[in-house]
């Protein structure tokens, strides 16, 4: 009998998965470790006006950095051509909360302010002209021919968690410790202020997360896993009256403030312009900023890289002071030291007063501001953490 052949292999390393060849040698920062991924969360279609979303998101095998939303309004229809609110479409969501697995919250307000203003002022989502949703490719204005497709819109925003390079993460690699995110959806009227479509569109609702996939081959976290970056809505106190002088208190805040976003408002809910021309800033009594309106302005376009205002423009009503600067004169975004976030706890007391406030045709006025404050899990991680 002719003798057998040895086999070259054991049948077993035929069924052997093929070896990850994207490993980093041990050491180095977490950033060096992962991988950036996105993934999926839901897509919802046929959502009215009026209702109210509370899907639940899904496990990715990392820690997130923002959750990426695509809303998409179609079917509108018939009527004479309709006339659409200055917020919009961005307020076509009236309440967007997003907590944490503990239910502690991360960004919590209106639509307007959580969807546009925090993506295009906080730099977290975007740097210079591309801050602005409104350049976005994806992006499409409240149409309002008088016909098929009237009230239809496009928009792409974030929900911005990291706010510096790999910190700020959430981990949603547990099934059972996710965060949950509703979308209180607006009335059609809060859109449509005039001639609303005779068929009102129905919203699609995209939601992906942006985030880093678990190290390959090394047991390394973020940077301060547990830190967050959360963004509030507070109304401002007391209202304003016309070409007056009062100062307004915001709510008592706790954590390291990066950003400041105000957004005035007269009685009917339009932002106006009725800052003044001098403005005044205090932090426990003591004036931060004292400058020209005209020169706080000069700041936002110099500290957000906007050469034109044909790129990048200042909305009506809203102004802001930003500590997201440690590096630059410029806002850089991820890239921040986080050296000049001020210091606060619940006891301190943030004032803003104009000497006088402007003119306001639709008196009192009221102060809103968005605050995007960073709460720590024991200090706050100053430098360059990533590195």
Excluded at 69 to 92: E, H, K, L
Excluded at 196 to 219: H, K, N, Q, S
Aim: with cysteine; net charge negative.
């Amino acid at each position: 009998m002719a003798a057998t052949t040895g086999q070259v292999a054991p049948a077993q390393e035929a069924g052997r998965p093929q070896p990850q060849t994207t490993v980093e040698p041990p050491g180095g920062p977490f950033v060096r470790h992962s991988q950036p991924g996105r993934r999926l969360q839901y897509a919802l279609v046929n959502q009215a006006f009026g209702g109210v979303i509370t899907q639940p998101l899904v496990a990715v095998p990392g820690y997130v950095a923002r959750f990426r939303i695509r809303v998409a309004a179609t079917g509108g229809s018939g009527g004479a051509a309709t006339t659409v609110a200055a917020d919009a479409p961005f307020n076509c969501a009236a309440l967007v909360t997003l907590r944490d697995a503990f239910g502690t919250p991360l960004i919590v307000g209106p639509g307007y302010q959580m969807l546009y203003l925090v993506p295009k002022y906080s730099s977290q989502f975007g740097l210079f002209s591309q801050s602005d949703l409104k350049n976005f490719v994806v992006f499409s204005a409240v149409s309002s021919p008088s016909g098929v497709g009237e009230g239809n819109f496009t928009f792409a925003t974030c929900l911005p968690l990291e706010f510096a390079k790999a910190y700020g993460l959430i981990s949603m690699a547990n099934a059972s410790l996710l965060p949950t995110l509703n979308i209180q959806l607006n009335a059609a009227s809060a859109l449509y202020t005039a001639n609303p479509p005779g068929t009102l569109p129905v919203m699609e609702w995209d939601i992906d997360a942006d985030f880093y996939w678990l190290p390959e081959g090394v047991a390394i976290e973020p940077p301060g896993l547990g830190t967050t970056c959360q963004w509030v809505f507070q109304a401002c106190n007391p209202t304003i009256a016309s070409q007056s002088s009062t100062p307004v208190t915001l709510p008592r805040l706790g954590g390291f403030l990066h950003t400041l976003i105000f957004e005035l408002r007269d009685s009917t809910g339009v932002r106006i312009d009725a800052y003044g021309t001098r403005l005044r800033i205090y932090v426990d009594g003591v004036p931060l900023m004292d400058t020209r309106f005209d020169e706080m302005q000069d700041d936002m376009q110099i500290q957000y890289g906007c050469a034109t205002t044909a790129q990048w423009a200042r909305d009506t009503g809203i102004m802001v002071l930003t500590r997201r600067t440690s590096l630059s004169q410029i806002n850089l975004g991820l890239l921040d030291t986080g050296e000049v976030f001020l210091s606060t706890n619940p006891g301190t007391l943030v004032q803003v007063e104009c000497s006088p406030w402007g003119t306001i045709s639709n008196a009192p006025a009221t102060l809103n501001a968005i605050v995007g404050q960073v709460v720590p899990a024991g200090s706050l991680l100053q430098g360059l953490p990533e590195l």
